[in-house]
């Protein structure tokens, strides 16, 4: 098992910047593709970014293509997720979503491919 431990939310302006990290505790975190998710409030949780476990796979929703940026240091358990030109329809609780898989290139992209999860953290963007 693992468990996930998100941070570095907040408030920011129209425009602005934030890096989201997400920590996971265990040895083998090599051996799970992770994914960014976001859910504002009364709407469905979505797909942001996805990375593959060798992390030379990516993927991302039309509305952050461009913007934002999935990474992962794997010496360091942990995924990131930056996010750039953030927009008010950006403010979501964002949550990250942890999946072993098989093959190293394979990406997840849908809440019900993930069994693991953080507690999220808020992202608000201001106009």
């Known amino acids: 098992q693992v468990q996930l431990v998100e941070s570095g939310g907040g408030l920011v302006q129209a425009g602005g910047s934030l890096r989201l990290s997400c920590a996971a505790s265990?040895?083998?975190?090599?051996?799970?593709?992770m994914g960014w998710f976001r859910q504002a409030p009364g709407k469905e949780r979505e797909f942001v970014a996805a990375?593959?476990?060798?992390?030379?796979?990516?993927r991302y929703s039309d509305f952050v293509k461009g913007r934002f940026a999935i990474s992962r240091d794997d010496a360091e358990n942990t995924v990131y997720l930056q996010m750039n030109n953030l927009e008010p329809e950006d403010t979501a609780v964002y949550y990250c979503?942890?999946?072993?898989?098989?093959?190293?290139?394979?990406?997840?992209?849908?809440?019900?491919?993930?069994?693991?999860w953080g507690q999220g953290t808020q992202v608000t963007v201001s106009s």
């Open positions: 979503a942890a999946q072993p898989t098989f093959y190293s290139t394979r990406l997840l992209t849908t809440t019900a491919e993930f069994n693991y």
């Open positions: 265990g040895r083998t975190f090599s051996m799970y593709a």
């Open positions: 990375i593959s476990r060798s992390g030379g796979s990516t």
